[in-house]
């Protein structure tokens, strides 16, 4: 399917390994930097939904939502890709398709985003068990280089795949867009439980931040190995 991605906020923390690795499948190997995992809360909108071909029509409940993720990243036969501790979204419907079609957990959520100027305010309630909230307000910054191999933000960001588990079978979909136009951002406020949810400690430290405006993203169905 066709999908563009905005306002989207990374936010990323290191972590202990042995904190993730009884919560990921013991075919996938956790990815790191610089010998470190890292965990990450993405809070974003989604608009122009659709099927392939591209010329398909947007289907109604489904061409725009607000959705939060927290993430890591593993491999699988050294293939980088991104695992999901859970996935939020104000779609009732999205998140019926998505349990069902890409085998991820998705939760019912109650999302509210705004915008004024350079300043986004983003404000999440779970609405289904385990818990979880989310509040978060960041002012935009300025254009940063395009990310190259090697570098942090390359890491963070350039995944082309996600992974998946299901009754003992890993399962992987294919992810296409152009290089992430990278921006600067500020923390004005924060405050979260969406990794706590997980039985996992706070993060310490600040968050890395990085700010993507628009991408557009296609996604091929899950394969199993």
């Given at each position: 399917?066709?999908?563009?991605?905005?306002?989207?906020?990374?936010?990323?923390?290191?972590?202990?390994?042995?904190?993730?690795?009884?919560?990921?499948?013991?075919?996938?190997?956790?990815?790191?930097?610089?010998?470190?995992?890292?965990?990450?809360?993405?809070?974003?909108?989604?608009?122009?939904?659709?099927?392939?071909?591209?010329?398909?029509?947007?289907?109604?409940?489904?061409?725009?939502?607000?959705?939060?993720?927290?993430?890591?990243?593993?491999?699988?036969?050294?293939v980088p890709g991104v695992w999901f501790f859970s996935l939020d979204c104000n779609s009732a419907a999205a998140v019926l398709a998505a349990r069902n079609l890409f085998l991820?957990?998705?939760?019912?959520?109650?999302?509210?985003?705004?915008?004024?100027?350079?300043?986004?305010?983003?404000?999440?309630?779970?609405?289904?068990?385990?818990?979880?909230?989310?509040?978060?307000?960041?002012?935009?910054?300025?254009?940063?280089?395009?990310?190259?191999?090697?570098?942090?933000?390359?890491?963070?960001?350039?995944?082309?795949?996600?992974?998946?588990?299901?009754?003992?079978?890993?399962?992987?979909?294919?992810?296409?867009?152009?290089?992430?136009?990278?921006?600067?951002?500020?923390?004005k406020a924060f405050s979260s439980t969406m990794i706590e949810s997980q039985d996992l400690p706070t993060p310490k430290g600040e968050p890395i931040l990085h700010y993507c405006?628009?991408?557009?993203?296609?996604?091929?169905?899950?394969?199993?190995?």
């Open positions: 399917m066709h999908q563009t991605w905005g306002k989207l906020l990374f936010m990323h923390w290191r972590i202990d390994e042995k904190l993730l690795r009884p919560l990921i499948p013991d075919e996938l190997e956790i990815d790191t930097f610089d010998g470190t995992p890292w965990i990450a809360i993405t809070p974003f909108t989604m608009w122009d939904i659709r099927g392939f071909p591209p010329f398909l029509p947007p289907v109604p409940g489904f061409s725009s939502l607000d959705e939060l993720n927290v993430r890591t990243y593993v491999h699988y036969d050294r991820l957990p998705y939760y019912n959520a109650d999302i509210e985003l705004e915008q004024e100027g350079k300043t986004i305010d983003y404000e999440l309630d779970r609405e289904e068990e385990p818990e979880a909230s989310f509040r978060a307000s960041w002012k935009i910054g300025e254009t940063i280089p395009f990310s190259h191999p090697g570098s942090l933000e390359f890491f963070l960001t350039e995944r082309y795949c996600l992974y998946t588990e299901d009754e003992g079978q890993i399962y992987q979909a294919r992810i296409y867009h152009e290089p992430w136009p990278l921006q600067k951002a500020t923390l405006d628009e991408l557009s993203v296609e996604i091929w169905p899950l394969k199993n190995f």
